[in-house]
């Protein structure tokens, strides 16, 4: 029977992204992510519930996300399930799920975080490539944070961007 194991979140950051390298150079950022549901209660009342996911990503989208988000961004994360499995000091076997992200995109929204620029198809960064971003009109409101470069040089391309450098 086959399977499929695909999520998609659409929330905030719970805190800023930790970020670091893994002993083989390979960068990492993990991030929680919250999203909202509301309904409505068996009483008749207006309920709403929040769910924290943990998320980790790899390579060099891990950067991408540690330098434009922070606490309180918008995002949509897509990825998978996966099953952390460990064992204690004290001998007991601990699990969790957390979310592989697998690939990102900046949805503008929440606490401050980087606007997206142009439209990076999926996060700019697929499982297939580096997706040449394309023009939207203005948006209205203004980023709290600018990025410091242009969305065409957001990635240190350019003109000269050679599609075979990316790792992925």
């Not at 979140?9 to 805190?15: A, M, V």
Request: hydrophobic share 25%; glycine share 14%.
């Amino acid at each position: 029977m086959a399977s499929f194991n695909k999520v998609i979140l659409l929330g905030n950051l719970t805190r800023d992204p930790q970020f670091s390298y893994l002993p083989s150079g390979t960068p990492l950022v993990e991030f929680a992510v919250a999203t909202n549901r509301k309904f409505v209660g068996q009483d008749g009342q207006q309920r709403e519930e929040v769910c924290f996911t943990d998320c980790r990503m790899f390579g060099k989208r891990a950067e991408v996300i540690n330098k434009y988000f922070k606490k309180g961004s918008s995002i949509l994360v897509e990825g998978r399930l996966i099953l952390d499995s460990w064992t204690t000091q004290d001998g007991s076997k601990r699990s969790r799920l957390r979310v592989q992200a697998e690939n990102f995109e900046f949805t503008g929204g929440g606490g401050g975080g980087a606007q997206r620029q142009g439209d990076y198809q999926h996060g700019g960064y697929q499982q297939g490539g580096y997706q040449q971003p394309q023009q939207q009109p203005p948006q209205n409101n203004q980023p709290q944070q600018p990025p410091q470069q242009s969305s065409q040089d957001a990635f240190g391309g350019g003109d000269d961007f050679n599609p075979d450098d990316i790792p992925f």
